[in-house]
T-cell receptor, first 115, second 112 residues
């Protein structure tokens, strides 16, 4: 079974719709992340959470919000989707620096298309 | 601004040859580096990492070299196989933040 799962895997939606992408992990990690990947580019950090009560903005948080419902769950929302949010979205987890190396483990990704 | 970048966007090699993928970073305060492999339709997968107190680390068929003097990182893959075809990303961490800055990636294409 995958350690980091994302739902849905693919989503097509229309401009203005609210979308939620979900991420779950069974690795027992405190830290979770949401990234966006555009074609031919690297990953850009949207939001990250170091524990359930901690939420931080990344490089490109505008137009997105997150919720850390539990240690194992971290969801990303697009309140009003726009076409330039069409991208691949990845969730990742990592252990705390005092317990791990900093390596991040990635989910399989969600392909989002906004028409 | 500060960034991690790659010299070659695409690398084509013959099966069985060795591959070298390069990465330049700009922040001398970065102390932890990771190479990820991303196959089509999948999330990035950890390959190997190295801390700034080392200049070389070896794994199975892979070696990472770190040259802090010129802020350069490389990934060497020995006896490249078709299954190695993927996009390879380097990433750097600045201090114990667990925030990774990713490069734009190199596409490795292995020719049979």
């Amino acid at each position: 079974d995958a350690d980091v799962t994302q739902t849905p895997r693919n989503r097509i939606t229309k401009t203005g719709k609210r979308i939620m992408l979900e991420c779950s992990q069974t690795k027992g990690h405190d830290r979770m992340y949401w990234y966006r990947q555009d074609p031919g580019l690297g990953l850009q950090l949207i939001y990250y959470s170091f524990d359930v009560k901690d939420i931080n903005k990344g490089e490109i948080s505008d137009g997105y919000s997150v919720s850390r419902q539990a240690q194992a769950k971290f969801s990303l929302s697009l309140e009003s989707a726009i076409p330039n949010q069409t991208a691949l979205y990845f969730c990742a987890t990592s252990d705390s620096p005092d317990r791990g190396k900093g390596e991040q483990f990635f989910g399989p990704g969600t392909r989002l298309t906004v028409l | 601004g500060e960034s991690v970048g790659l010299h070659l966007p695409t690398l084509s090699v013959q099966e069985g040859d060795n591959s070298i993928i390069n990465c330049a970073y700009s922040n001398s305060a970065s102390d932890y580096f990771i190479w990820y492999k991303q196959e089509s339709g999948k999330g990035p997968q950890f390959i190997i990492d190295i801390r700034s107190n080392m200049d070389k680390r070896q794994g199975q068929r892979v070696t990472v070299l770190l040259n802090k003097t010129v802020k350069h990182l490389s990934l060497q893959i020995a006896a490249t196989q078709p299954g190695d075809s993927a996009v390879y990303f380097c990433a750097e961490e600045r201090g114990a933040t667990n925030k990774l800055i990713f490069g734009t990636g190199t596409l490795l294409a292995v020719q049979p």
